[in-house]
C-alpha cells in the first residue's frame, strides 16, 4: 500500500468520524445553550474583537454552533459575520436567532481547501479566500478534532486571515487527545491542552499569543465534569 492511499484512507476515517460527530450535536441543539449559560470570557473575547475592528469588518466564526453568544454579539456590534458548521440542526437554530449574520455548513478541516470553494459555491472561502478575514473566532470548536488535526486547521485558519489578523480562541484546558467523553446522552471525542502546550501548538501555527485568561467552568446538567476554560487572544504572525 503506498503512502497515498493510507492518507487517503486516514482523510476518510477522519470524515466518518466528523460526520458521527455532526449527527450528535444534530440531536443536541439548542440544548447545548442549556448546559453552558454562563459565557461571560467568551463576551469579554467578542469584546476584545469589536474595540479593534473596524465596522463592517469580515469576522469568520469557525464552529458557529447556534450564533449564540459570538455571532450574535459581532454582528449587532456591526461586523459582517460568516458562521461555519457541520452541524444541520446547530445551523438551523443559528440562522433563525441571527438573521444578520451568514452560515454555511462546512467541516473546519476544509477550510481555505479547495473542496471548501465548491462546499455552497461560495469561492471566497475556498483557495483564493487567503487574506479575506480580519478576525476569526474558534470557542469550543477545536476540541471536537484529534491533536494531529488541531494545528492544521490552525494553519487554515491563519490563511484566511489578513495579515496582523486577529483570533479569539476558546479551549479547554485538559491533556486530552481525542478522548470519549459523554455529552447530554452522546457519546463525543473531545481533546485539550495545558495551556503552555496551547501556546506552543499556536506559535507553531503561525500566531503570537497576546493574552491568554482561565476560567473556572461547571458545565450545567451534564456529566461532565468542572473544567477550565482558556480564552486566547492572537494575532497573526508573518
Do not use: K
Amino acid at each position: 500500500m503506498t503512502t497515498g492511499q493510507i492518507s487517503e484512507q486516514a482523510r476518510r476515517r477522519r470524515r466518518s468520524e466528523r460526520a458521527l460527530q455532526a449527527v450528535a450535536f444534530d440531536a443536541i441543539g439548542a440544548r447545548y445553550d442549556e448546559v453552558f449559560p454562563d459565557r461571560s470570557g467568551q463576551l469579554a473575547s467578542g469584546s476584545w474583537l469589536l474595540e479593534r475592528l473596524e465596522a463592517g469588518a469580515p469576522v469568520l466564526d469557525v464552529g458557529c454552533g447556534t450564533g449564540g453568544p459570538t455571532a450574535r454579539q459581532l454582528a449587532d456590534g456591526g461586523l459582517r459575520v460568516t458562521g461555519v458548521d457541520l452541524s444541520d440542526g446547530m445551523l438551523a437554530v443559528a440562522r433563525a436567532t441571527v438573521p444578520g449574520a451568514e452560515f454555511h455548513r462546512l467541516d473546519m478541516y476544509d477550510l481555505a481547501t479547495a473542496r471548501a470553494a465548491t462546499a455552497w459555491g461560495a469561492p471566497g472561502l475556498g483557495p483564493r479566500g487567503a487574506g479575506t478575514f480580519a478576525a476569526a473566532t474558534a470557542f469550543f470548536s477545536l476540541i471536537l478534532l484529534p491533536r494531529r488535526d488541531i494545528a492544521a486547521v490552525l494553519g487554515r485558519i491563519r490563511t484566511l486571515l489578513r495579515p496582523g489578523g486577529l483570533l479569539a480562541l476558546g479551549m479547554v484546558e485538559a491533556d486530552l487527545d481525542n478522548a470519549p467523553l459523554p455529552f447530554l446522552g452522546r457519546e463525543v471525542r473531545m481533546s485539550g491542552y495545558v495551556r503552555e502546550d496551547l501556546t506552543r501548538t499556536l506559535g507553531a501555527s503561525g500566531f503570537t499569543v497576546e493574552s491568554c485568561t482561565g476560567h473556572p467552568y461547571a458545565p450545567a446538567s451534564t456529566a461532565l465534569p468542572p473544567e477550565e476554560q482558556l480564552f486566547l487572544h492572537c494575532r497573526r504572525s508573518g
